[in-house]
């Protein structure tokens, strides 16, 4: 076994285990929560305005942890509706919360 060969091996070795570990932390927390914290990574690594570009990059990091079995059945159409629909939640909670403070403030 040459050199190549081992780099190859110990690759394949490493990306086995970063698969394994995304999706046993998307076990964990599950889906949804896995979405609001790249949601959340996106809003502080793009500047606003720039929704398109957060959305294509939590659509991009979604696609990628997903596991490939899924992948089969998963589009990026769907994946897109579902980052919308966690990002209206998060919004509609925070601007509840924004709401029931102002309310507080008054009284």
Known sequence: MDGTQLSIIILLIGFIFAVGYICLSIKK???KATTVKLIVKAEEMFA?????????WVVDMLTQIIPMPFKLFVTTELLTEFVQSVF??????????EVETQDTENN
Do not use: C, I, N
């Open 29 to 31: 927390e599950g889906l």
């Open 48 to 56: 606003s305005g720039e929704g398109k570009q957060k959305m294509k």
């Open 88 to 97: 209206d939640m998060v919004k509609e909670a925070l601007d509840y919360r």
